[in-house]
Nanobody, 123 residues
């Protein structure tokens, strides 16, 4: 399984950005998909996760009400819609996947990782 994240860039505070993660092959078997981020000098942190059919979603407190995770199994993609971004959202964003059913919030629980895409929030 290979994951390819894209969509990062420079955005101003308060604006929106949409990240996408494309998985090679079918992602139907990838029961849990997630997004993590790592800011400069900080540890990687959980952002959001979604279960196999999109029926369960979990967001970190820091992004609740602003970010939305979604998946399209027919297109083998997972997206992270980022609204009302803040400077503290600046980080490299990684998509991750695992075949374990449920919602996984720890990075160590994921077997597959994308290469990361940089999001910079600055005026």
């Amino acid at each position: 399984v290979q994951l390819q994240a894209s969509g990062g860039g420079l955005v101003q505070p308060g604006e929106s950005l949409r990240l996408s993660c494309a998985a090679s092959g079918t992602i139907f078997s990838l029961a849990t998909m997630g997004w993590f981020r790592q800011a400069p000098g900080k540890e990687r942190e959980f952002v959001a996760a979604i279960n196999w059919n999109g029926g369960r979603i979990y967001n970190a407190d820091s992004v609740k009400g602003r970010f939305t995770i979604s998946r399209d199994n027919a297109k083998n993609t997972v997206a992270l819609q980022m609204n009302s971004v803040k400077p503290e959202d600046t980080a490299v964003y990684y998509c991750a996947a695992d075949k374990t059913y449920g919602i996984l919030t720890r990075g160590s629980e994921y077997d597959y990782w994308g290469q990361g895409t940089l999001v910079t929030v600055s005026s």
